[in-house]
């Protein structure tokens, strides 16, 4: 089953103290970006990369930090999570980045809450 | 760069009664149009999209959609809603002549269905 895989699905964790999110997809895509979703703000891009050992800024990279180095995973890392970065996150895939005209797969979201 | 508006944050309707959901954007150039949908505790799904041709376009789940050019939307509409549409939906642009900007979202609209 084609699908993106996102782990911890809930993450309670206190300021300061490193994690990393994973996502994996199993459809070979070229393209992988991480939102976030607030309240009222809908999904805004934090990283995207497109391809492996290619990765960029999206709209709210500050804070976070991604890898690519196989093509199939695409961890979010924050160093020293805040109280701010309290969010769903969800990562996305689709087969390449260029002329955005294939269906981006979101994976479940993870529930951070940073105390 | 890309924006998208949609005009309405909740959007409460009967049980069988019609639904249109507004999504208005602002692009430089051309783009490919998108509506997601997020069920409750789940990721963002795939409704429909236009990316050249007719501008009526036919989704999944009963729904449709309209590309206006002159007025710059892509309203999102169903002749008739079930319980089960009860969701997020989320409109999302992305340029057509390539780039690596990914899905540009608005904020949201809450579809509330009421028996």
């Known amino acids: 089953e084609a699908q993106v895989t996102q782990n911890p699905r809930y993450l309670i964790t206190v300021t300061g103290k490193k994690l990393t999110v994973t996502c994996s997809q199993n459809m070979n895509h070229e393209y992988m970006s991480w939102y976030r979703q607030d309240p009222g703000l809908g999904l805004r891009q934090i990283y995207y990369s497109m391809n492996v050992e290619v990765t960029d800024k999206g709209d709210v990279p500050e804070g976070y930090k991604v890898s690519r180095k196989e093509k199939r995973n695409f961890p979010l890392i924050l160093e020293s999570p805040s109280p701010n970065q309290t969010s769903l996150y969800f990562c996305?895939?689709?087969?390449?980045?260029?002329?955005?005209?294939?269906?981006?797969?979101f994976g479940q979201g993870t529930r951070l809450t940073v105390v | 760069a890309q924006s998208v508006t949609q005009l309405d944050s909740q959007v409460p309707v009967f049980e069988e009664a019609p639904v249109e959901l507004r999504c208005n954007y602002s692009s430089s150039v051309s783009v490919y149009l998108f509506w997601y949908v997020q069920y409750p505790n789940q990721g963002l799904q795939l409704l429909l999209k236009y990316l050249s041709g007719s501008t009526l376009v036919k989704g999944i789940n009963g729904f449709e959609a309209e590309f206006n050019k002159s007025q710059t939307s892509f309203h999102l509409r169903k002749p008739s809603v079930h319980i089960s549409d009860t969701a997020e939906y989320f409109c999302?642009?992305?340029?057509?002549?390539?780039?690596?900007?990914?899905?540009?979202f608005g904020k949201g609209t809450h579809l509330i269905i009421q028996p």
């Open positions: 999302a642009v992305s340029p057509s002549g390539g780039g690596a900007d990914g899905l540009t």
């Open positions: 996305a895939s689709s087969l390449s980045g260029r002329a955005l005209n294939t269906e981006a797969f």
